[in-house]
């Protein structure tokens, strides 16, 4: 039982490139979310998943999509990368939608945009 | 909108002694209130979490917290911090406007000197 696991651990982007990051949970989780971490900010919720073919947006969407064909899956895409996005992403997962419910983290992907 | 602010970006504390981490929050209502760690190179593991009843909470790895709405305070508490304990550690309150999700503060750095 992996948990939640993100890869790459760490890419550098020029401005204008694009890339996805991948997330996977083996927990069978519906709920999967996407933060951004920025330091001294604490996490923002990008986006957010309630199930496969489910999606919807969080409090700082622009600039991303999200996509969620599987379970397991949950694969973010920067289209036209800025250094404003330069940040730490992470992955989570949940069981259901209620707070009661733990959320698992993935290790992160550090991102630079230069 | 409700926000979380951690006071303190940065704590040193001695291997032995007690340890307290500041967690303010403005929620509109009774909140749901978290502790989450985040050690270097991992994701953010649960610490411990408030619902309601008993105001004293008591997580894992030795932390207790305490909820005192007249204050409108969180914090996390150790009695005898150990050098593993140096971590990032992120106070969230839920949930927000957009349903069950969190709001993070923006985290304090622990550092532990033996």
């Known amino acids: 039982n992996a948990g939640v696991t993100q890869t790459p651990k760490f890419r550098i982007l020029k401005i204008g490139q694009s890339m996805t990051l991948q997330c996977t949970q083996d927990?069978?989780?519906?709920?999967m979310y996407w933060y951004r971490q920025d330091p001294g900010m604490g996490l923002k919720l990008i986006y957010y998943?309630?199930?496969?073919?489910?999606?919807d947006k969080g409090e700082v969407p622009n600039g991303y999509n999200v996509s969620r064909s599987t379970t397991e899956d949950f694969p973010l895409r920067l289209e036209l990368a800025a250094p404003s996005q330069t940040s730490v992403y992470f992955c989570?997962?949940?069981?259901?939608?209620?707070?009661?419910?733990?959320?698992?983290f993935g290790p992160g992907t550090r991102l630079l945009v230069l | 909108a409700q926000s979380v602010t951690q006071p303190d970006i940065h704590i040193t504390v001695s291997e032995g002694a007690s340890l307290e981490l500041r967690c303010n929050y403005s929620y509109g209502a009774t909140p749901y209130l978290f502790w989450y760690v985040q050690s270097p190179g991992q994701g953010l593991q649960l610490l411990l979490k408030?619902?309601?009843?008993?105001?004293l909470v008591q997580g894992i790895k030795g932390f207790e917290a305490e909820f005192k709405r007249s204050q409108s305070s969180f914090n996390l508490r150790k009695p005898s911090v150990h050098w593993s304990d140096a971590a990032e550690y992120f106070c969230?309150?839920?949930?927000?406007?957009?349903?069950?999700?969190?709001?993070f503060g923006g985290g304090t750095r622990l550092m532990v000197k033996p």
């Open positions: 969230a309150v839920g949930p927000t406007h957009a349903g069950n999700m969190l709001t």
């Open positions: 998943s309630v199930g496969a073919g489910i999606t």
């Open positions: 927990m069978n989780h519906n709920y």
């Open positions: 989570a997962s949940s069981y259901s939608s209620g707070l009661q419910e733990t959320q698992y």
């Open positions: 408030y619902f309601s009843g008993d105001t």
